[in-house]
């Protein structure tokens, strides 16, 4: 098992591009986390899916978008990029019931010049 | 509102002696610890977890206190090793009210020297 994918592992933006950062699991878990990581800081949840279909905002939402159409995948899209949107970008995934472990993939690093 | 806080950034142990991570929290509602561990350039990845129905939770050389009445844990590592020198996170969720969401701490590094 490759556990969680995330596509690609660095990316430069200009200000007001827009972009998609994938992420995968193949190990059928039915809850997906996007979190950002700022330099001393801990993990700030972004979004969050409980199953296909189904999202939901976390604390930071704002100037991200999110869509579930399958269980594996999670993207996450950027429109308008802004330099406060700098940051490294962590996708996880968790089995949601019974157990609260989540498992994340290796990270995005953007920056937004 | 740091619900979660980790008040030391770095911890410097020597080799073979115990390492003793700390963690407070402030949301009464919370009722299930993590610790994660972040090597540069890589994910999170899971080392140890606790109920709140518990007060002490082992894994080989890794222990998680809970001390619910302080609102505080902790994680110690006996003996440390070089290879445990990482950034470690504390992770908390309420189960009730928010489900698998997860609070992290701002994370402690721990450097094991040889």
């Known amino acids: 098992n490759a556990g969680v994918t995330q596509t690609p592992k660095f990316r430069i933006l200009k200000i007001g591009q827009s972009m998609t950062l994938q992420c995968t699991q193949d190990m059928n878990h039915n809850y997906m986390y996007w979190y950002r990581q700022d330099p001393g800081m801990g993990l700030k949840l972004i979004y969050y899916?409980?199953?296909?279909?189904?999202?939901d905002k976390g604390e930071v939402p704002n100037g991200y978008n999110v869509s579930r159409s399958t269980t594996e995948d999670f993207p996450l899209r950027l429109e308008l990029a802004a330099p406060s949107q700098t940051s490294v970008y962590f996708c996880a995934s968790s089995y949601g019931t019974q157990t609260y472990e989540q498992y994340f993939g290796p990270g995005t690093r953007l920056t937004v010049t | 509102d740091q619900q979660v806080k980790q008040n030391s950034p770095s911890l410097s142990v020597q080799e073979g002696r115990i390492s003793i991570l700390n963690c407070d929290y402030t949301n009464s509602m919370f009722d299930y610890f993590l610790w994660y561990k972040k090597y540069p350039a890589e994910g999170p990845t899971f080392l140890i977890s606790?109920?709140?129905?518990?007060d002490k939770n082992e894994d080989g050389r890794f222990t998680v206190f809970l001390n619910k009445s302080a609102k505080h844990l902790s994680l110690h590592i006996v003996p440390s090793q070089p290879g445990d020198s990482a950034v470690y996170f504390c992770?908390?969720?309420?189960?009730?009210?928010?489900?698998?969401?997860?609070?992290f701490g701002e994370g402690t590094q721990l450097t094991v020297n040889p």
């Open positions: 899916s409980v199953g296909a279909g189904i999202t």
């Open positions: 992770a908390a969720s309420a189960r009730e009210t928010s489900g698998s969401r997860l609070t």
């Open positions: 606790i109920s709140s129905i518990k």
